[in-house]
C-alpha cells in the first residue's frame, strides 16, 4: 500500500463505495443502470482494489478524486493547500508575461508591435525607428498601471477575506490567527453569527446532544437553518485539555464539488473507526446561527473546499463593443494592405513608364525583391490608418467611466454606507446592451427577513396596509377586547401560533429571543407576541404562553414532523383544561382535504388565501382537531409500531400521522411577507419595458420561488406556469416534447407563460441531446424560474444561454452560490449582502440593492455605450481622414513613399491635436436626461440592439472619412497647382503644402466631432476649439526650434511663411466647410423627415416640453408603429399536466427535512425553564422580538 496519506486500507474504500452507493441510488432513485462492482486480487501478498463503476450521466470521472489521511493535532503529517483565497487576475511574477499575452492578444497592439519591428529594418521605414514604439510603449504603460490599479483593489478585498480571524487550538491554547493561516488537521473553534474558515469535521458544540445549527443561504440559497450533530465519541470533548488529548486521523474522500456528501472515517488512537458523514461536516461559506460556539477539525482548505470546487475560473472578460471593434481593426488591415497593392502596382507601372528618363535614381528594371521592399515600406506608411491611441483612449474614458459610477450618490446605500463600484472598466458598455439577467432570490431579491403581515381569522381578514413591516391592525385586537362573535376564533388561532411549532426561547434580560431553525416559524410566533399571545417557555414535555397577562401550560405529547411530502406539520397536546388536541398548519391543498364538513369560513378563507398568494405572501392554513381519549390511546399504539419498524420507517410515519389528522375545523390562514428590498417590483417592471428578459435562478424552493415572483411582479395576474418536474431523462424529455408541441408555431416567440423547473429535473434537460429543445422552450416563456439549483448548474443555465442566443447576459447575485454564474455571464454584478463579500470580490460591478440595477443599465449603461461607440467611430474616422491623403499624395509622387507630413507631427496627430475631442465624446457625451432615460425605458433598445455601432454604422462613417481626405488633399493641391511665391522670393515645397493639409485635417475633424456631440458642455468646447489653438501653437514653436533644439530642420521657418500665405487662411475657411456640408445635410434631412424616438425626445427637452407632451409623442409613435419595442408576449392555450392556470397557493414553510436529529427529539432537548439568560454573542444569528434593528440585521436562512 502506498503512504497513509495517499490510500485507504480495503475496509475503508469498501465501506466508503457501499456508501457513495447508497448514497447515489438514494438521490437517483429514478436512474437506471448504476452498478456498482469490486473485484479483489491478492497478488505478492499485495492487496489491490479494482474499482468499476458505471456513472449515470452527470457523474464526471475526474470527480473521483484522490483519498486523504488527515492527522488530528499533528499538523507536520498534513501538507495539503493553504487557505487563502484570491479572486485577482495577477500575481506580482505573473503580472508581466500576462499582461503582455492579454495586451498582445488585441489585433491592433499585435498589428503595432509588428509595425514597430519593421521599422526597425535600415532603410525601409519612411516614418523613423521610433515613431510607432514610443507611442506604444506609452500606451502600454498607461493601460498597465490601470490593471494594477483595478488588480490592487480585488487584492485589498481578497485580503478582507483572507484576513478575518478565528481560533484555533495551537501550542496549547486558543489562538487567534487570520483565515489564511488555518491549515489541515487544525482545531477551530467558532462562536455564533461567525462564518466558517474552511470545510470541518464537528467535534463538539454548545448545545444539547452536540447539535449546532448553520445557515446554507450562501451555498445552495435556502432559508431554513440546517442541523448538525457530532459524533458521540467526540461531543464530550470539549475543554482545551480534552482537546489537546485528541489524536487519531481522519480518513476521507478528496476535494470535490458536491455539497450534499461526504464519505469518512474517524480513526481515534486505541479506538475502532467510526464513519463521518455529510450530518458532520460544515462548509466554508456557513454561518453558524443560534448556537453559542463550536468546535471542529479542518479537513479542506482554501481551492479545496466544496465552495471553491465549485466555482469556475475567473474568465478575462472582452465587450463585444471590443470583438466588435477588433473586427473592424481587422477590416481597416485589409484596407490598408489593399491601399499596400494599389501603390506597389502605381510604383511597378511608374517605373515601367519613366525609369529610364529618371537615370539619377538608378533604378534598373522593378524585380520581386524591389516590390517586397515597396510592400513594406507602404505598409509603414499607411499603418497609422489603424488608430495606435485607441486602445489608451478608451482605458482612460472607461476608467473615467467607472469612477461615475463609483461616485454616483443615488446608487450609495446610506445604510450602511456602500457605494456602487466598479471593479472592472473593461465592460462598462456591455451595461448598455444586456438582453437576459439572471438573479438570484435569497439576499439579491429578498431582504431575509420573514414578517407577519397578514391573517384570516373565521373569515375575516387582518393587516392593514402601512409603512411598518410588522402586522398592524387595531381591528384585530378590538374584537378579541370586545367580545366580538369571533372572539373565541382570534384565541385558538393565535394559541395554535404559540404552540404548533419547533422554536425554542431564551430570556435574555427582560427580552425573549426565539431560535428556530424555520425562520416562518420565528415570525409566527413573533406576530403573535405582538399582539399579546407570548411564548415563553419550553421544556422537553410542555409549552407555555402568556395570553393577556394569563400564563397557560400545554402538555406536548406527540410532534407530527414537517416534511416537503406531507406540505404540514402538527402537534398533539393537552389543554390546560385537560382536552386532548391536535393543532396542525400547512399548506391550505393539503388542509382543505381534511377538513370537516362543519368547519366553518371554507370559501371566506380560499378566497383570502388566494389575495394573499397573488400578492406574493407565503401562505399557512391553521386548523385543530379535538381527540377523545380512546381515540387517541389506540393512534399511540399505530404510531409506536411505526417508529420501531426497520423498513420504510418515514414512510410508515407518515402513514400513521394520516390516519389522525382528519376532521379538521379551519380557523384561518396566515400570511408572510418575505421581505423584498426596496424598489424590487418597480425595477423589475422598468427593466421588462426595456427588453430585458429576467430568469430566477435560486436554489430555494419552487413554492417560495413562485411566491416572491408575484410579489416582485415578475408574474402577475393567472399566467399560465408550466412546471416540470421529472427525476429521470425519459420523463424530462416527454414533458419537453409535449409542451414544445403544445406552443405550436408560437415556439421560440415570447409566449405570456412562465417556465418553473427544479434542479433535478433541470440536470436531465441540461443533457447534449435536449438541451437545445430545452432552450427553445425556455426563451418561448416569458419569465423562467429555476429552483433548488446548485452554483454549478446556475453557471451552466448562463453558459447555455451566453453560447446559443446571440445575446448580452448580465447575472447578479449576494452569495457565494453565486460566484459561478456571475463569473459566467457577459457581466456579473454582486449584491453587497449579508452573506459575505464573496459574489461581489468577484463581480464585474457591486451594488448594495437590486434596485440600483435600474440606473446602473438603463443610464450609466446606455451613456457608457453611446460615449464608447461614438469614441471608437470618431477615432476610425480621424486616422482614415489624414492617413489615407498619404495614398492620394502618392499619385504625385511618383508612388516614391514619401511622406507629405514631418514624421512627428504624423506621431502626435493621435496622441496630441486629435486627443481631447474623442475624449470629451467618451467620457461627458449624452443621449438624452438622466429622468429621460428612467422614464422610457424603452430607449434602452437603441443600445441593446447595437443600433449605433455596427458593420454598416462603421463603414458609412469610413466613407465619410475617404470623402473628407478627397477633399482635404486635392483641393488644396489644385488651389497651388500653379505654385505660390513667397516673401523674400521663396518658393513652396512638398511640406509646405503638407502644413497646409494638416492644419485642415485638423480644423475638419475637431469640427466633426462637433457635429457628432449630442450635448454640448465646457469640456466640449475646450476639446473642439481648444485642439485647434494647440495645433497652432506648436506648430509656431516647432518651426523654430531649429537649431537651438536639434529636431525637425525641415520645418525650420514654415510657420512664417505659412501663417501669412493668404491662400492659407481663403482654404482655412473654404475646404472645411465643404467637407462637412454633405454631413450637415445628411442629419439635417435624417432629423426632419425620418426623426427617432430619442431625437424626438432631444428636441423636447431642448424645448423644456412637459412630460404630458412627451408622453403625448411616446404614444403617438408606439401607435404608428414607428417604435418597434417591446414585442406583446403572445397568448397561447395550454392544456397538458404540467400547466398550472391557477392562482397559486403558496405555502411558507422552511423546515429542515430529515436531519440528522428529528424536530421532536430537538425540541424535548431543551427545558428553558431551568436555563439562566444567556449573555453569550447569540444577537447576531437570532430574532431579537423587541428590537427593529436587530430583526433588520439578524436574519434565519
Known amino acids: 500500500m502506498g503512504p497513509p496519506e495517499r490510500s485507504l486500507s480495503l475496509n475503508l474504500i469498501l465501506e466508503e463505495l457501499t456508501l457513495e452507493r447508497d448514497h447515489s441510488l438514494s438521490h437517483n432513485s429514478g436512474l437506471k443502470g448504476q452498478v456498482l462492482d469490486l473485484n479483489i486480487h491478492f497478488s505478492l501478498g499485495i492487496q489491490k482494489v479494482q474499482e468499476r463503476m458505471v456513472w449515470n450521466q452527470f457523474t464526471q470521472s475526474s470527480e473521483m478524486s484522490q483519498h486523504r489521511s488527515i492527522y488530528i493535532n499533528d499538523p507536520i503529517k498534513n501538507t495539503f493547500c493553504h487557505n487563502s483565497i484570491s479572486t485577482t487576475k495577477y500575481s506580482m511574477w505573473s503580472f508581466l508575461p500576462r499582461y503582455l499575452y492579454l495586451q498582445f492578444g488585441k489585433t491592433a497592439n499585435a498589428f503595432f508591435l509588428f509595425i514597430t519591428i519593421l521599422q526597425q529594418i535600415p532603410d525601409i521605414s519612411p516614418t523613423g525607428k521610433y515613431t510607432t514604439l514610443l507611442p506604444l510603449a506609452i500606451i502600454l504603460t498607461i493601460s498597465g498601471i490601470k490593471e494594477v490599479i483595478e488588480d490592487y483593489k480585488r487584492h485589498k478585498a481578497d485580503k478582507l477575506v483572507n484576513s478575518k480571524t478565528t481560533l484555533v487550538l495551537r501550542q496549547n491554547s486558543w489562538c487567534t490567527i487570520r483565515w489564511k493561516e488555518v491549515h489541515v488537521g487544525d482545531i477551530v473553534k467558532t462562536c455564533s453569527g461567525e462564518f466558517l474558515p474552511a470545510d470541518m469535521v464537528l467535534v463538539s458544540s454548545s448545545e444539547p446532544h452536540s447539535m449546532c445549527y448553520i445557515a446554507t443561504a450562501n451555498l445552495d440559497g435556502e432559508t431554513n437553518l440546517k442541523i448538525r450533530q457530532a459524533l458521540p465519541e467526540t461531543a464530550a470533548m470539549q475543554t482545551e485539555n480534552q482537546l489537546l488529548n485528541l489524536h487519531g486521523k481522519i480518513e476521507c474522500e478528496g476535494p470535490n464539488r458536491h455539497f450534499s456528501s461526504f464519505v469518512g472515517n474517524l480513526r481515534l488512537n486505541d479506538r475502532s473507526p467510526v464513519p463521518i458523514g455529510p450530518d458532520q461536516v460544515l462548509l466554508r461559506g456557513t454561518q453558524l446561527r443560534n448556537t453559542q460556539w463550536i468546535t471542529g477539525v479542518i479537513i479542506y482548505t482554501g481551492s479545496e473546499t466544496k465552495l471553491m470546487q465549485n466555482a469556475v475560473k475567473s474568465p478575462l472578460k472582452k465587450s463585444q463593443v471590443e470583438k466588435v471593434t477588433n473586427l473592424q481593426i481587422l477590416a481597416l488591415f485589409l484596407f490598408l494592405l489593399v491601399m499596400s497593392m494599389v501603390s506597389c502596382a502605381g510604383a511597378m507601372y511608374w517605373n515601367q513608364m519613366y525609369s529610364m528618363d529618371m537615370w539619377y535614381m538608378r533604378r534598373k528594371g522593378y524585380s520581386p525583391h524591389i516590390f517586397a521592399l515597396d510592400s513594406l515600406v507602404f505598409i509603414i506608411l499607411y499603418h497609422n490608418l489603424i488608430p495606435i491611441s485607441l486602445l489608451v483612449t478608451l482605458e482612460i474614458v472607461k476608467f473615467t467611466q467607472a469612477q461615475f459610477i463609483n461616485w454616483d450618490e443615488d446608487m450609495h446605500f446610506q445604510e450602511n454606507n456602500i457605494y456602487a463600484m466598479a471593479r472592472t472598466s473593461n465592460l462598462n458598455e456591455e451595461l448598455g446592451q444586456v438582453k437576459y439577467l439572471f438573479t438570484d432570490k435569497t439576499g439579491t431579491l429578498t431582504c431575509n427577513i420573514m414578517t407577519f403581515k397578514k391573517c384570516t381569522i373565521a373569515g375575516i381578514i387582518y393587516g392593514q396596509a402601512s409603512p411598518s413591516y410588522e402586522f398592524n391592525d387595531p381591528a384585530l385586537l378590538e374584537n378579541f377586547e370586545k367580545g366580538h362573535p369571533t372572539e373565541g376564533y382570534i384565541k385558538e388561532f393565535f394559541t395554535l401560533l404559540c404552540v404548533c411549532h419547533t422554536v425554542i426561547p431564551e430570556k435574555e434580560g427582560n427580552n425573549i429571543i426565539y431560535q428556530a431553525s424555520s425562520p416562518d416559524e420565528a415570525a409566527l410566533v413573533k406576530g403573535a407576541k405582538n399582539l399579546g399571545f407570548v411564548f415563553t417557555t419550553r421544556t422537553p414535555y410542555s409549552v407555555t404562553i402568556e395570553t393577556m397577562g394569563e400564563s397557560f401550560t400545554f402538555e406536548v405529547l406527540n410532534i407530527l414532523e414537517f416534511s416537503s411530502n406531507r406540505k404540514r406539520m402538527s402537534v398533539i397536546v393537552r389543554t390546560p383544561m385537560g382536552q386532548l388536541r391536535l393543532y396542525c398548519k400547512g399548506a391550505d391543498a393539503v388542509i382543505y382535504e381534511r377538513l370537516s364538513k362543519n368547519s366553518e369560513f371554507v370559501e371566506d378563507t380560499l378566497s383570502h388565501l388566494e389575495y394573499f398568494a397573488t400578492n406574493g405572501l407565503r401562505t399557512l392554513c391553521v386548523a385543530y382537531a379535538d381527540l377523545t381519549e380512546e381515540e387517541y390511546e389506540h393512534w399511540l399504539k399505530e404510531y409506536e409500531k411505526a417508529s420501531t419498524n426497520l423498513h420504510d420507517r418515514i414512510k410508515k410515519l407518515e402513514d400513521c400521522y394520516d390516519i389522525i389528522e382528519k376532521d379538521f375545523m379551519l380557523l384561518g390562514a396566515t400570511a408572510i411577507e418575505d421581505r423584498l428590498q426596496a424598489g424590487v417590483p418597480e425595477t423589475i417592471s422598468t427593466l421588462l419595458r426595456a427588453n430585458i428578459k429576467i430568469w430566477v435562478l435560486t436554489g430555494d424552493k419552487q413554492e417560495t420561488a413562485i411566491n416572491i415572483a408575484y410579489s416582485c411582479k415578475l408574474i402577475s395576474g393567472n399566467v399560465p406556469r408550466i412546471h416540470m418536474n421529472a427525476n429521470s431523462f425519459e420523463a424530462t424529455k416527454q414533458m419537453i416534447d409535449e409542451n414544445c408541441q403544445e406552443f405550436g408555431c408560437m415556439l421560440g416567440k415570447e409566449n405570456g407563460v412562465a417556465l418553473i423547473i427544479d434542479g433535478e429535473t433541470l440536470k436531465h434537460a441540461l443533457n447534449f441531446d435536449i438541451q437545445r429543445k430545452f432552450l427553445t422552450l425556455a426563451l418561448s416563456c416569458r419569465t423562467v424560474l429555476c429552483c433548488r439549483m446548485t452554483p454549478l448548474q446556475k453557471a451552466e443555465i448562463v453558459g447555455m444561454v451566453k453560447k446559443h442566443v446571440q445575446a448580452i447576459t448580465l447575472a447578479v447575485g449576494d452569495g457565494a452560490n453565486d460566484v459561478s454564474m456571475i463569473q459566467t455571464a457577459h457581466v456579473g454584478v454582486g449584491i453587497s449582502g449579508n452573506e459575505g463579500m464573496q459574489a461581489t470580490n468577484n463581480s464585474d460591478y457591486s451594488i448594495a440593492q437590486f434596485s440600483y440595477l435600474e440606473k446602473l443599465l438603463l443610464v450609466h449603461g446606455a451613456w457608457n455605450y453611446f460615449r464608447v461607440t461614438k469614441c471608437i467611430l470618431y477615432c476610425f474616422y480621424k486616422n482614415v481622414v489624414l492617413y489615407t491623403i498619404g495614398l492620394w499624395f502618392t499619385f504625385v509622387n511618383g508612388f516614391s513613399g514619401q511622406i507629405l507630413f514631418e514624421r512627428w507631427c504624423i506621431s502626435l496627430y493621435n496622441v496630441i491635436f486629435t486627443s481631447l475631442p474623442p475624449l470629451?465624446?467618451?467620457?461627458?457625451?449624452?443621449?438624452?436626461?438622466?429622468?429621460?432615460?428612467?422614464?422610457?425605458?424603452?430607449?434602452?433598445?437603441?443600445?441593446?440592439?447595437?443600433?449605433?455601432?455596427?458593420?454598416?454604422?462603421?463603414?458609412?462613417?469610413?466613407?465619410?472619412?475617404?470623402?473628407?481626405?478627397?477633399?482635404?488633399?486635392?483641393?488644396?493641391?489644385?488651389?497651388?497647382?500653379?505654385?505660390?511665391?513667397?516673401?523674400?522670393?521663396?518658393?513652396?515645397?512638398?511640406?509646405?503644402?503638407?502644413?497646409?493639409?494638416?492644419?485642415?485635417?485638423?480644423?475638419?475633424?475637431?469640427?466633426?466631432?462637433?457635429?457628432?456631440?449630442?450635448?454640448?458642455?465646457?469640456?466640449?468646447?475646450?476639446?473642439?476649439?481648444?485642439?485647434?489653438?494647440?495645433?497652432?501653437?506648436?506648430?509656431?514653436?516647432?518651426?523654430?526650434?531649429?537649431?537651438?533644439?536639434?529636431?525637425?530642420?525641415?520645418?525650420?521657418?514654415?510657420?512664417n511663411v505659412t501663417l501669412i500665405c493668404p491662400y492659407f487662411w481663403l482654404g482655412l475657411f473654404i475646404v472645411p466647410v465643404i467637407c462637412l456640408i454633405p454631413n450637415v445635410f445628411w442629419k439635417s434631412l435624417k432629423n426632419t423627415h425620418n426623426k427617432s424616438l430619442l431625437e424626438e425626445i432631444r428636441e423636447l427637452e431642448s424645448r423644456q416640453i412637459t412630460g404630458a407632451d412627451v408622453s403625448q409623442v411616446f404614444r403617438k409613435r408606439t401607435t404608428l408603429g414607428s417604435l418597434q419595442i417591446l414585442p406583446r408576449p403572445c397568448e397561447v392555450s395550454l392544456r397538458n399536466n404540467s400547466v398550472d392556470i391557477h392562482a397559486p397557493h403558496g405555502y411558507a414553510f422552511s423546515q429542515t427535512e430529515q436531519s440528522v436529529i428529528t424536530q421532536e427529539e430537538l425540541v424535548r432537548c431543551y427545558n428553558t425553564s431551568l436555563i439562566e439568560s444567556k449573555t453569550s454573542q447569540k444577537t447576531s444569528s437570532l430574532v431579537d422580538e423587541d428590537s427593529d434593528q436587530v430583526s433588520k440585521a439578524h436574519v434565519f436562512h
Not at 949 to 973: E, G, R, Y
Open 920 to 1055: 470629451a465624446l467618451g467620457i461627458f457625451e449624452r443621449c438624452c436626461s438622466e429622468s429621460s432615460l428612467l422614464k422610457y425605458p424603452e430607449l434602452y433598445t437603441i443600445s441593446q440592439n447595437g443600433e449605433t455601432f455596427n458593420t454598416k454604422v462603421f463603414w458609412i462613417q469610413c466613407m465619410w472619412a475617404l470623402l473628407h481626405s478627397f477633399i482635404l488633399f486635392w483641393f488644396p493641391t489644385k488651389m497651388m497647382q500653379h505654385d505660390v511665391l513667397l516673401q523674400h522670393g521663396y518658393t513652396t515645397d512638398y511640406l509646405f503644402l503638407g502644413n497646409f493639409v494638416y492644419t485642415y485635417v485638423v480644423v475638419t475633424v475637431c469640427l466633426k466631432a462637433g457635429l457628432e456631440t449630442m450635448s454640448w458642455n465646457n469640456f466640449s468646447h475646450v476639446a473642439i476649439w481648444g485642439s485647434m489653438v494647440i495645433w497652432l501653437v506648436f506648430y509656431t514653436i516647432y518651426s523654430s526650434l531649429w537649431p537651438v533644439i536639434r529636431i525637425a530642420p525641415e520645418m525650420k521657418g514654415q510657420a
